[in-house]
């Protein structure tokens, strides 16, 4: 077993660190999170330079490389600047589903247009507290009533994918769900609310209300296979690459200033005290890359092994991504609770990408039901 | 010997309680706008919670550390930035109440049981380390006069009444000064937008040629380093008290808010991997409370610990992030939004792990003790 990038995997990584050196500014980001606002222009541009559609194969527009060259990616692009990595990783969240599950005609019609045309899509998955999501069949395809909430994206996503319930027409008594494409703007789609979040500013988070919303027979995603238990691995592997990013960047910032902030008349990075704490953090985020990059490298081998290792890797990274971003404010002494500085702001975007999606006493649970063979 | 509250203390919990929901109710407004909630410290002067620690022969309430630490931490269980505004001023008062002559005390005392009061030590070049103070205090006629910039004073810009430490011509290490806000080359700065305790901000206090009357020395020239000392193995204390609020508060908001029932299929609390957690957090609020009113009583019983006193502040600080950090998990995505408190209490007590002394220094004074 050999670790190690490919010669084209580093020059990857490398245009991806130079694009995001060049164009994430950390006083354009520190703006955009205190307005909550999406870095529309930046996104425009990693599409435009082929690095959102970087997994997507070449017939639809993108560079027909893996998730793995797709994680390297995001990792830099988090890595520089907390917020702006998060929104471009998901501004695509639901072009998985399409690529993987989707009709020729489906990727043709939404996923090519991502790339070209800049749109934005998601995946409305958790339904809110007082009311499923449901779908019935009528003449033409579905009327969907219902509600999500926590649609990260939603109030800007030309295009969503919905996961709604739908009664099975053989057995009225069972009810399955089923992906179906829904404009972001076509009648019956509300958007009722936007939460304020902790971190992860720039991306809207909303409630959609689903009011009688006719969607044409051909937008429902079909498929033997749980589209919805594959999207949340694979949203697993990339949340845990936003966190492995934030991770580096945290502690690469700790560093530097510890090399520079003299106290008792020394640099602070004498001190072995800190060298202590900075050992830990750099044991941590190797150990949390390791699993990332193996969970997407199952991802692309379509390893049997893909969980629990993904479930692995998104619990680990996560908890070394706040802890980074702990230590590391830490470390910057009070400086380190200014919002003038970039470091305050990535632990509240590593706790909030650590909560929103799923949990992590999920993770444990699901790891642990794996393990009992439950 | 088990922790008793008195009746003084259960009546203080009770006066508290009665002001909880007001308090609560302006908690989101202080995080948003960073306004200093003056209308609540009108009400902590009415109701003679801001005079606590004033001798009553000064109108105050005359009550000892362990007393200030119960509504420190009965407070910061419902509003951490409410109480740091007290404890802010409970630090500005230490090296006055400990240090200032009958005189100094006739003029300030009074006033400090409704202005507030604030301590000013650190400057850029002198966080950790004291030593790198270059605020300069020179003799002219009857006065002395000031020039430096104080950064990151806790409410600076609130506060009427500053103990300001600096060099000193003529003399070794700090020099302590009670500096009123009226005086003249005394303005404030920069006021820092902060991550939490955003009803405190930090601000930037500017000496420039500020004319400070020769009655103003606290103390003796050249024992600044030992006032800011013994202010801080008084006030660590409370800033764990503190601590252990946010902890136990984030804790309760847990429990309370699973009774309303969590939207998800399986209530958290319900999990067995979640209850252990909820222990582990339970015990390190009670061994952090415990440290805390160790150190307190100490202080009661006329032999502060400067080890206790840092141990106390170390463990608790460290405690409040770990457990608001975990309450957020357990509340899962609501714990992440603004409806609910804990991702502002984990802002918080982030803050709390690096004022007074970071955990490190802290570290570096308890080893020290240990190994003399």
Known sequence: MEFGLTDTQRDIQRGARRFAEKEFDSKIGRDLDKDG?????????????????????????????????????????????????????????????????????????????????????????????????????????????????????????????????????????????????????????????????????????????????????????????????????????????????????????????????????????????????LAELCTQVEAARSLVYRAACNYDAKSSDLEPMASMARLFATDVAVRAAVDSIQIHGGIGLMKEYPIERMLRDAKTIQNLEETNLLQRALIGKRMTGL | ???????????????????????????????????????????????????????????????????????????????????????????????????????????????????????????????????????????????????????????????????????????????AFIVDKSFSGFSVGTIENQMGMRGTPAAELVLQDCVVPGGNLLGKEGQGFNIAMATLDRTRPKDAALSVGIAQGALEYVLDYSKKGFPSKVPPLKSQGVQFMLADMAIAVQAARLMVYEAAALIDEGRVSTQQSSMAKCFATDTAVKISDGAIEILGAEGITADHPVEMFLRDAKLLQIVEGTNQIQRLIISRILLS
């Open chain 1, 37 to 277: 606002k999406f870095p529309k222009s930046i996104f425009e541009k990693a599409c435009r330079l082929g690095w959102v559609g970087i997994d997507y194969p070449e017939e639809y527009g993108g560079q027909s490389f893996g998730l793995f060259e797709k994680v390297l990616v995001i990792e830099e692009f988090c890595r520089r600047d907390s917020g702006i990595g998060i929104s471009i990783s998901l501004a695509d969240m639901a072009s998985g589903i399409i690529l993987r599950h989707g009709d020729e005609q489906q990727k043709r019609r939404f996923l090519m247009p991502l790339l070209e045309e800049k749109w934005i899509n998601t995946v409305a998955a958790t339904d809110s507290v007082n009311a499923r999501t449901k779908a019935e069949e009528d003449p033409s395809g579905y009327v969907v009533s219902g509600k999500k909430s926590f649609v990260v994206n939603g109030s800007i996503a030309n295009t969503i994918v919905l996961f709604c319930e739908i009664r099975s027409s053989s057995d009225p008594d069972t009810v399955k769900p089923i992906p179906l494409i829904v404009e972001g703007d076509r009648e019956g789609v509300k958007i009722e609310g936007r939460k304020t979040t902790m971190g992860m500013r720039m991306v809207p988070v909303n409630e959609i209300a689903f009011e009688q919303v006719k969607i044409p027979r051909d937008h429902c995603i079909g498929g033997e296979e749980d589209s919805l238990a594959a999207f949340l691995t694979e949203q697993r592997i990339r949340t845990a690459t936003q966190a492995l990013g934030i991770a580096q960047g945290a502690f690469e910032r700790a560093i530097e200033h510890a090399k520079i902030r003299e106290q008792f008349g020394r640099k602070i990075i004498q001190f072995q005290g800190l060298q202590f704490m």
């Open chain 2, 1 to 175: 010997m088990s922790i008793q509250l008195s009746e003084k203390h259960k009546s203080l919990i009770q006066k508290i309680g009665d002001m909880k929901e007001k308090i609560v109710s302006r908690n989101r407004t202080m995080d948003e706008t960073q306004e200093f909630p003056w209308d609540i410290c009108k009400m902590f002067a009415e109701k003679h919670i801001l005079d606590l620690p004033i001798p009553e022969k000064y109108g105050g309430g005359g009550s000892d550390s362990f007393t200030c630490c119960v509504v420190i931490e009965e407070i910061a269980r419902f509003s951490p930035s409410a109480a740091h505004m007290l404890a802010g001023h409970w630090l500005g008062f230490t090296p006055l109440e400990l240090y200032c002559t009958s005189v100094q005390k006739d003029e300030y005392f009074p006033r400090l049981r409704s202005e507030i009061a604030a301590f000013a030590l650190t400057e850029p070049a002198a966080g950790s380390d004291a030593g790198g103070v270059i605020t300069k205090a020179e003799r002219k006629g009857n006065n002395f006069i000031l020039n430096g910039t104080k950064i990151y004073c806790t409410q600076g810009n609130e506060a009427k009444v500053v103990t300001i430490f600096s060099t000193f011509t003529g003399s070794k290490g700090l020099t």
